[in-house]
């Protein structure tokens, strides 16, 4: 069966660390992958989107990488602050492109 | 500005009574679809569209409807609301594999 999955429903971190968010991704062969921020009762905010073809991208203090081969993602966060804590979300196209599928989301706690 | 919009953000009615969630957005996008988020679930995709008169069922369609009429509306129609569709809703667009742009989000209650 296709499932998306982000690894942890949870993550807690301190000040100043990196965060590591990973998604997975089993039976879907997405052209593109992309992350979103979800603050409570918001909608999601789109952060980064990557291609198949690319192996890495960044912007600011975001890094997203993107491996076809382990069919996964990883989403980094560096130097968190406070105000990083919400839900991250990761999304992937489905359907040549006609639905975008994500991920349960996980919860990123920074604590000062 | 760059916006989708939704309304109502809130809104409770009883099982049986039809309504409608609007979303417009302001953006020029062909692709407008419906989500819904539950505690646990995640989002899902309701229904789609790839342009005006171009509609197609997601993954949780059943007891939902949609139109695409003009290309900046997206209407949510529930005919027969059941206490089951209670749920944050939300509307998204985007131009074809590009990044979506979501609305605020309507919380629906059925009792």
């Known amino acids: 069966s296709q499932k998306i999955e982000q690894n942890s429903e949870a993550l807690n971190i301190q000040e100043g660390k990196t965060a590591t968010l990973t998604c997975n991704y089993t039976n879907y062969s997405p052209a593109y992958l992309q992350w979103y921020r979800q603050d409570p009762g918001r909608g999601p905010v789109f952060l980064l989107l990557i291609r198949e073809n690319e192996k890495e991208k960044r912007k600011e203090r975001l890094k997203v990488t993107f491996d076809t081969t382990l069919k996964q993602s990883l989403f980094h966060i560096t130097a968190s602050q406070p105000a990083d804590s919400a839900t991250y979300l990761c999304a992937l196209d489905h359907q040549a492109g006609t639905a975008l599928i994500f991920g349960k989301g996980t919860t990123l706690s920074v604590s000062s | 500005e760059a916006q989708v919009t939704q309304n109502p953000r809130y809104l409770i009615t009883v099982t049986g009574k039809k309504l409608t969630v609007t979303c417009s957005q302001n953006?020029?996008?062909?692709?407008m679809s419906w989500y819904r988020q539950d505690p646990g679930l995640g989002l899902r995709q309701i229904y789609y569209s790839m342009n005006v008169e171009v509609t197609d069922k997601g993954d949780v369609p059943e007891g939902y409807k949609v139109s695409r009429k003009e290309k900046r509306n997206f209407p949510l129609i529930l005919e027969s609301p059941s206490p089951n569709q209670t749920s944050l809703y939300f509307c998204a667009s985007s131009l074809i594999n590009t990044e979506a742009f979501f609305g605020q989000g309507t919380r629906l209650t059925v009792v």
């Open positions: 953006m020029n996008h062909e692709y």
